[in-house]
């Protein structure tokens, strides 16, 4: 069977951890050349290894003319997938000034950035793929403490059905992969830090009514297939890999 991505150019972002890690392995393995952006570049170190098609750079998304840039340099990008993020804890009220730009700047304005760099060779070439990891937690539902996490998650949503909508004449495709609650470093590390991380973890587990956390491979599954041409009649879609989280 040939490789679903064979001949093409994946630029990923958030690809030192988690679901973007996992994108950039799975893209690798079906033949993409990968450009894996991280600001930890430490955390890329090893893929490399992986398969030589890996590029990893040194990345903050939240920089616009750095985006730029990158984007530039890693030459022909025909698939644009958008995974950094960062998970504020806390409700209305526990979200400060700084923890509020922060969710917007690091999940949402870093797709604007992302995207309007990548997009016009796209249109160009009359073809690419787009996919900005949102979530559950967003318009699709509202989850405690989660507020800014959810205001810029569901911003993304909208970023995507309008872009979508903006350049669907053009060959280019944009759509919205919505985790569930993942089992990866940063729900670990979040885990970790609460006062009980045992009921914690029952708590992220008993969202899910198939009674477990989702993978991020099953994650980067959903997002190879909204990248690849199997995908090719879809676009503006939110594709909800949740575990039953949101029935």
Same mark, same amino acid.
């Given at each position: 069977?040939?490789?679903?991505? +064979?001949?093409?150019? &994946?630029?990923?972002?958030?690809?030192?951890?988690?679901?973007?890690?996992?994108?950039?392995?799975?893209?690798?393995?079906?033949?993409?050349?990968?450009?894996? #952006?991280?600001?930890?570049?430490?955390?890329?170190?090893?893929?490399?290894?992986?398969?030589?098609?890996?590029?990893?750079?040194?990345?903050?998304?939240? *920089?616009?003319?750095?985006?730029?840039?990158?984007?530039? *340099?890693?030459?022909?990008?025909?698939?644009?997938? $958008? @995974?950094?993020?960062?998970?504020? $804890?806390?409700?209305?009220?526990? @979200?400060? *000034?700084?923890?509020? &730009?922060?969710?917007?700047?690091? $999940?949402?304005?870093?797709?604007?950035?992302?995207?309007? #760099?990548?997009?016009?060779?796209?249109?160009?070439?009359?073809?690419?793929?787009?996919?900005?990891?949102?979530?559950?937690?967003?318009?699709?539902?509202?989850?405690? $403490?989660?507020?800014?996490?959810?205001?810029?998650?569901?911003?993304?949503?909208?970023?995507?059905?309008?872009?979508?909508?903006?350049?669907?004449?053009?060959?280019?495709?944009?759509?919205?992969?919505?985790? =569930?609650?993942?089992?990866?470093?940063?729900?670990?590390?979040?885990? +970790?830090?609460?006062?009980?991380?045992?009921?914690?973890?029952?708590?992220?587990?008993?969202?899910?009514?198939?009674?477990?956390?989702?993978?991020?491979?099953?994650?980067?599954?959903?997002?190879?297939?909204?990248?690849?041409?199997?995908?090719?009649?879809?676009? =503006?879609?939110?594709?909800?890999?949740?575990?039953?989280?949101?029935?």
């Amino acid at each position: 069977m040939a490789a679903r991505l +064979a001949g093409k150019r &994946a630029f990923v972002t958030g690809a030192g951890q988690g679901i973007g890690r996992a994108v950039v392995l799975a893209f690798a393995e079906e033949g993409a050349e990968v450009v894996a #952006a991280s600001r930890t570049a430490e955390k890329m170190r090893d893929l490399p290894g992986h398969s030589p098609s890996i590029r990893p750079i040194g990345l903050d998304v939240t *920089d616009g003319p750095a985006v730029a840039r990158a984007i530039q *340099d890693a030459g022909r990008v025909d698939i644009l997938v $958008n @995974c950094a993020g960062w998970v504020h $804890n806390g409700t209305l009220l526990d @979200c400060s *000034d700084e923890d509020w &730009a922060r969710s917007l700047d690091q $999940n949402v304005t870093s797709c604007f950035f992302t995207i309007r #760099a990548a997009l016009p060779g796209m249109i160009e070439r009359g073809s690419g793929s787009i996919v900005n990891v949102a979530s559950v937690a967003s318009s699709i539902t509202g989850v405690a $403490n989660r507020a800014a996490y959810g205001a810029s998650k569901a911003a993304v949503i909208g970023l995507t059905k309008a872009v979508a909508r903006d350049v669907i004449r053009t060959g280019v495709r944009v759509n919205a992969l919505c985790p =569930g609650t993942t089992r990866s470093p940063s729900l670990e590390a979040r885990i +970790a830090a609460t006062d009980d991380p045992e009921a914690t973890r029952r708590a992220f587990v008993e969202r899910q009514p198939m009674g477990r956390l989702g993978k991020v491979e099953e994650m980067a599954a959903a997002a190879l297939y909204l990248a690849g041409d199997g995908s090719a009649f879809t676009t =503006g879609t939110i594709m909800v890999v949740d575990g039953g989280q949101t029935l």
